[in-house]
Every structure is written in structure tokens, then in C-alpha cells.
């Protein structure tokens, strides 16, 4: 079973929801309704409140055990009376005879977890987010390590429901029971149960919010959010140097949130008071920023330790992020409602001493790395019409060098962070600043092309690349640096004619495989004959001693996967183009055959056929021949892709493009039957053969009377016996099958 956040994953809830659909209409209600409502009534039954001290715990047991779940439910505001005046008193550990109870109700609701909303009539939704409020607010009272997954359960069960939520329930009816909540449950260990807890915090916060804007308001919804919003007021230092409570950030997230998808400008009643809270949390960010500018400083001259600083200073990087987040939805507007050029300001002082910070001490403290990219987050995030061409460049040029001293680390984690960090700032980027950061990658392409024989630049090399292919995956450059391709591929291809380092070829053939699949560039012959011109630096006769001691199996697969990818692609989206340079794709489909050939026992001695192949075989991946069934299957792929149709439109006929390209299929069939006729090395693997075989029948179909008779011609008489065989089983398995 894949992993929940997996983009395919196979969950409980999804083959439950399968089944159900699955079922007739008569067994998927009895199903539902006969099981949702035992579920229910089995979590009430189990509260018994009897003999236990006056507690928040208390409170919410005597709720559940008077709950009826099969009369129609109606929320009573009167309950949360029962439960304010127990929130600031501290419980007791609950006893240990309790544990079966705990795993109990950890084991129904996984249960109901895995029931899809649809089994969930009217009635049992908004039950069900009351009951699971309830056995939440009993379990947090006491955080024991079933307790947390009692918590975590529930929590992911309101969320589940958060579409339901109303004004009159629990959690929307009183902030302080929504913030004791929250506050409890980031006391857990659990990392799981946290961030459940900042995702509930949210989810309430933009209802509430989205409540505000129906035509007639809840007076309620504006006390709710008026509450949140006193109490990040004087809350902000507390998170800023502990982490707790977290109203700042979910305000914050929440409003961003709201701005976003919002249509119209016009003001509502509650803005007043997130507006006033938001401009106390940037005043105080402010302050943290130059308090955290002089502790940098303090450490730089005078050797202070960092470590108990580090924490409160990321916090603080953090949400400068969040309010230029919050800023960049208001637009010009932004500095009415707190000091956003101040914000930028800050950020930019702290640039020089923090680079010179990670400089000293990211060899000694790898902690630092996270700080690293909290802060840069922040640094990209400055609204763009603050940005001018000079601040942008400056932008760039620090994400660049932050990034480079971060990359020497080989901190995945924190390399996909500055990866999204960089995507995100240029979304947000207008055009002119755009051309800027374009321009930008010139400079330093000419550089690193200049550079491209000295040994000690290959760290600079490979960042280029990184980031480069950062930069053509952007939507909003995409016109711009298709422009600019044949320029950036020809400084690509001087790096790859001189480098010694096996990961730039890695990060470059990456590079054309997102590139030639992404139809956006629509490629000519002449750029095409660029990127056929990098691929064949790996079939350099001195490939294996440039790159010696840098080889193993699996980087030489990963090679051979990408190499096929990029012919696939070029073939499937660029045939047009391709006609003008069919001779080096052939040449280099043809050399791949080879990586399949493996030696046998010798019986006939042709030194020249072994020089031959000697000449033809991929250097770089001679070594590691014969590759797997799996390799065969990608490089089939690439055979069958030749007679497919282009299925974009084209300015010639699809007939006369593949007239052109059938012109040099067949001498893809004559490499293969010379390997096979070779008495000392050939394909000798029975899978792998009708693997080629199957894929080579493909082949085969564009080719005519004149071509079949100019491959017998070519071949030896071992190859022509092998080509007949192989023209019959085409015939009769391929050519009329199924006639």
C-alpha cells in the first residue's frame, strides 16, 4: 500500500468507497446507515462519568454519555457552559484501566474513517463533527500516547467534515475552546497530532471567515474572529520566541487564503480587526527582524553560540514570509495596513551578515541550513512592486549564491525547499522583472561556458544547471526563454565537452527529458541537433576515463532510462523537425542496441566485425552490457515511437513526414541483424530478444520491398538466414494477425 500524501495512493477510505459504489443500492444503505449509527452509539456508551473528579475531561464525558444518536441532533448552546469553566484547570492523568477503553475508540473511529462522506447522512455529519469536538476535548485533557491517537483520529475526522462546519457548534461557537484546543494538543509528542492541529486551526478560521461574508452576519462570527484576532495582538512575542500558541500564524495563512480567491475590494466588518492585528504582528516582526540582524552581527564579532538564538530567529523569518505573503494579495495597498517597505528594508540589511554567517559556520552547524532557507523564503517573498530591476538582480544574485553554498551540503530537504522557494518567486514576478532574471542566466551562462575548463568550477557548473532547469519549468518564462534556447544549449554543450563530473551529465540529460516533453518549446531541427550533440558526449571513446571511479550500475541504468526518454520525446512531439537530422538519431538508436550484446564462446576469430563494434558500442555503458529486460523495454519504446503519428498539428502531411523518416528506419534492422550475426557478441538473452523483436516489427512496417531487399544485401549469410526468419515471424505474428 502506497503512502497517503503518494499523487496515486491507495488508501483504506478509497477501496471502502469502492466497494460501497460497487454494491447495489439496498446493500449500500443498509451498510451505511445500519453501521454509521452502531459506530456512533458505540462511542457514547463507552463515557461513564461516574466517580471522577470536575475536569475540562469530565465536562465532555458527561456530554457524550447523554448524547441520543438515533434522534434528530440539535445543538444546544448551553452545553460549552459545562465546559468553559473547567479549560484553565490543569487534569489529572486518568487512570491506567482506562487503556482499553482508549484502544477502543482509537479502533471506531479508524473504523469510520473509513466510510466516504456520501454514508454520512445530514443528521449523522454534523453528529458526527459534534461527538468527535467532544472526544477530542476529552483526550487532549490528558496526553498519553493512545490519547494523542485518539486526538489525532478525531481531528482528522472534523477536518474530514470541515465543509459541514456551523457557526453553532463547538469549536464555532466560542474561540477560547478552539485556542485550549489547539494550545493542548501541540503539548503531544505526536508530530502527526501538531500539524492536524495548525490544518483544524486554519480550516475554522477561513469558514468563520467565510461566514463574514454572507449578506447578513452572524454577530457571532464577528466576535469569533475579533477574539483570534485580540489574541494574536498579544500573543506574537510568545511565538516568536516559544512556538506557541499559533493564532499569529493561522490568522496570517487563513487571511492570505481569503484575500486570494476574493473578487471585490469592498471592505467587511471584521477586516477592521484582522487589519489592526496584522499591523501589531508586522511592528513586532519588525522588531524581531533588527533584533535578529544585531544577534547575527553579535555572533559574527564576537563567537556567540547561535543555538539559542536559531529557533526564534527562524520563527521570525517565517512570518516575514507570511505577512509578505498576506501583502502580496493586497497589491499597492499593502502599506495601509502595516509597514511592508519596512519588512523589505529589514530583510535586505540582514542579507550581507547572514551570507557571511552561513559562510562561517555551515561547516560546523548543519542546523543552520534550515535557517538558511527560512530566510531566503522570506527574502523572495517581498511583494514584487517592490522589486525594482536593481533589488531584483540583488534578489537573484543572493538566492543564487545562498543556494550554491547550500547545494556543496547535498541536503536534499533543504534543496527541494529553495527549489519551491525559487518557483514561487518568479510566479510572482511581473514581466519586466522577468527579462531581468532571464538576462541574469545569460551573464552567468557566458561565465560558466568561460570557465569550463577549470576543475574547481564544476560546483558552479552544476548549479547552473539546477537552476536553469528550475527556470524553464516557470509557466510565466516559458515564451521568454524559448527564445533564448539555442543559446543556453550551445554553453550546455561547451560545459559537457569538457567536464569530468558524471552528475552534470545526470542533471543535463534531466534537463532535455523535461524539455523535450514539454510542448511549450516547440523545438526546431537546428536546436534538436544541439541536444543530439550533448547526448553524444556519452558515447565518447573517452567517456569511461573522464568519468572513472564515478560509475556504478544504477547511475549507468538512470543514464540509459533519460537517453531513451529524450529520443522518445524528440520522436513523439518534434517528427517534423527531425527529418533534417535523422542520421545522428539513428546513429545513436543503433549504438544503443549494442548495450544488449553480450560475448559468448568465441567460434569464429573476425578481428575486424570486433573492431567494428568496438567503434559502435556506447563506451560509457560497455561495462554494464547486457542491460536488463527493463532497459530493453525503454529502448523499444523509443523504436515504437518512430511509426507513430506527430499529434500536434504540422505544416506537412503526416504521410510525407513518415516517408522521410522511413528513409533511415532500415538501417536500424541492419544494426540489430549484424549484432545477431555476429559469432562473438550478440543478443543471447531469449526475453530480451522478443522484447527487440516485438518493438523491431514496428520498424519493419515502414519499410518497403527496396528496403528489405538493400538490408539482405548488406548483411552476412548467417544475418541473411536470421533476417528471412525474422521477415516470416513478421508476417505471420504481426503483419496479418488477427486477419
Not at 500564524?249 to 480567491?261: D, I, Q, R, W
Not at 521570525?316 to 514570509?321: A, D, S
Request: with cysteine; glycine share 2%.
Amino acid at each position: 500500500m502506497k503512502h497517503e500524501h503518494s499523487a496515486r495512493a491507495i488508501t483504506a477510505s478509497m477501496l471502502s468507497k469502492k466497494m460501497l459504489r460497487c454494491a447495489s443500492f439496498y446493500e449500500a444503505s443498509c451498510f451505511s446507515s445500519w453501521n454509521v449509527q452502531t459506530y456512533l452509539k458505540a462511542i457514547t456508551s463507552l463515557f461513564n462519568t461516574t466517580n471522577q473528579p470536575d475536569t475540562v475531561s469530565t465536562a465532555a464525558a458527561k456530554l457524550l454519555s447523554n448524547i441520543d444518536t438515533a434522534a434528530p441532533f440539535t445543538w444546544d448552546k448551553s452545553v460549552i457552559n459545562d465546559l468553559l469553566p473547567h479549560l484553565n484547570v490543569s487534569s489529572t492523568t486518568e487512570p491506567m484501566e482506562i487503556d482499553d477503553m482508549d484502544q477502543q475508540l482509537v479502533t471506531i473511529f479508524n473504523l469510520l474513517a473509513l466510510f466516504p462522506n456520501e454514508c454520512f447522512g445530514k443528521n449523522e455529519r454534523a453528529l458526527v463533527i459534534y461527538i468527535a469536538t467532544l472526544v477530542d476535548i476529552w483526550s487532549v485533557s490528558s496526553l498519553t500516547l493512545l490519547r494523542s491517537k485518539i486526538s489525532l483520529a478525531c481531528k482528522r475526522m472534523i477536518l474530514q467534515f470541515i465543509n459541514y462546519f456551523s457557526v453553532n457548534s463547538i469549536l464555532g461557537s466560542n474561540a477560547d475552546i478552539l485556542s485550549w484546543l489547539i494550545t493542548s494538543s501541540l503539548n503531544s509528542t505526536c508530530s502527526a497530532l501538531r500539524r492536524a492541529s495548525y490544518q483544524l486551526e486554519e480550516n475554522v478560521l477561513r469558514r468563520m471567515m467565510a461566514f463574514a461574508t454572507a449578506k447578513s452576519v452572524d454577530a457571532q462570527v464577528i466576535e469569533y474572529i475579533k477574539i483570534i484576532s485580540d489574541k494574536c495582538k498579544s500573543s506574537v512575542d510568545d511565538y516568536i520566541l516559544h512556538g506557541t500558541p499559533i493564532e499569529t500564524v493561522s490568522l496570517l495563512n487563513s487571511m492570505t487564503s481569503f484575500m486570494s480567491t476574493r473578487k471585490t475590494t469592498e471592505e467587511l466588518v471584521f477586516m477592521n480587526d484582522t487589519k489592526d492585528a496584522i499591523m501589531v504582528i508586522s511592528d513586532k516582526a519588525h522588531k524581531a527582524l533588527s533584533k535578529a540582524r544585531s544577534v547575527i552581527i553579535d555572533i559574527l564579532h564576537n563567537a556567540a553560540p547561535i543555538d539559542k538564538q536559531l529557533e526564534s530567529i527562524k520563527r521570525t523569518f517565517y512570518l516575514v514570509r507570511l505577512l509578505n505573503d498576506y501583502n502580496e494579495t493586497l497589491g499597492t495597498n499593502a502599506n495601509r495596513v502595516n509597514s511592508t517597505k519596512h519588512l523589505s528594508q529589514d530583510l535586505t540589511s540582514i542579507v550581507s551578515p547572514f551570507i557571511q554567517l552561513l559562510q562561517v559556520t555551515l561547516d560546523k552547524n548543519l542546523s543552520i541550513l534550515d535557517l538558511a532557507t527560512d530566510f531566503i523564503a522570506a527574502f523572495c517573498s517581498m511583494p514584487s512592486h517592490y522589486q525594482h530591476a536593481k533589488m531584483t538582480k540583488h534578489t537573484l544574485a543572493t538566492f543564487w549564491f545562498i543556494f550554491s553554498l547550500i547545494y556543496k551540503t547535498d541536503n536534499t530537504a533543504c534543496i527541494h525547499v529553495l527549489s519551491d522557494t525559487f518557483k514561487s518567486w518568479i510566479k510572482r514576478l511581473p514581466k519586466e522583472q522577468l527579462d531581468i532574471v532571464l538576462n541574469g542566466f545569460l551573464e552567468q551562462a557566458e561565465v560558466e561556458a568561460a570557465s569550463r575548463e577549470n576543475p574547481e568550477r564544476i560546483g558552479h557548473h552544476l548549479v547552473f544547471l539546477e537552476l536553469f532547469s528550475l527556470l524553464t519549468s516557470s509557466e510565466n518564462l516559458k515564451t521568454n526563454v524559448k527564445k533564448q534556447v539555442p543559446l543556453f544549449i550551445i554553453k550546455i554543450l561547451l560545459l559537457a565537452e569538457k567536464t569530468s563530473s558524471m552528475k552534470f551529465l545526470q542533471l543535463m540529460l534531466k534537463l532535455f527529458v523535461q524539455l523535450t516533453a514539454d510542448q511549450s518549446y516547440r523545438f526546431s531541427s537546428f536546436e534538436l541537433s544541439l541536444v543530439l550533440s550533448c547526448m553524444t558526449q556519452l558515447a565518447e571513446p573517452s567517456a569511461p576515463e573522464r568519468f572513472k571511479g564515478q560509475m556504478d550500475k544504477d547511475i549507468v541504468y538512470g543514464l540509459f532510462q533519460d537517453f531513451c526518454s529524450i529520443l522518445s520525446n524528440v520522436m513523439r512531439h518534434h517528427k517534423e523537425q527531425m527529418i533534417d537530422i535523422m542520421p545522428p538519431f539513428i546513429a545513436l538508436t543503433q549504438s544503443l542496441l549494442h548495450c544488449f550484446a553480450s560475448r559468448h564462446i568465441q567460434l569464429v576469430m573476425n578481428k575486424k566485425n570486433d573492431d567494428k563494434r568496438t567503434n559502435r558500442t556506447f563506451a560509457l555503458f560497455a561495462d554494464y552490457a547486457p542491460f536488463d529486460d527493463t532497459a530493453a523495454q525503454r529502448y523499444a519504446r523509443v523504436l515504437t515511437t518512430i511509426p507513430q503519428k506527430q499529434n500536434i498539428r504540422t505544416s506537412k502531411s503526416s504521410q510525407s513526414i513518415m516517408k522521410a523518416i522511413s528513409k533511415h528506419t532500415p538501417y536500424i534492422l541492419l544494426e540489430y541483424f549484424t549484432i545477431q550475426s555476429n559469432p562473438t557478441v550478440c543478443v543471447i538473452q531469449p526475453s530480451t530478444k522478443t522484447i527487440l523483436t516485438n518493438a523491431l516489427y514496428d520498424i519493419l512496417d515502414l519499410c518497403t520491398d527496396s528496403d528489405r531487399a538493400f538490408i539482405m544485401a548488406c548483411l552476412s549469410a548467417s544475418g541473411k538466414l536470421l533476417f528471412k526468419d525474422f521477415c516470416a515471424s513478421w508476417k505471420e505474428n504481426h503483419k496479418y494477425s488477427g486477419q
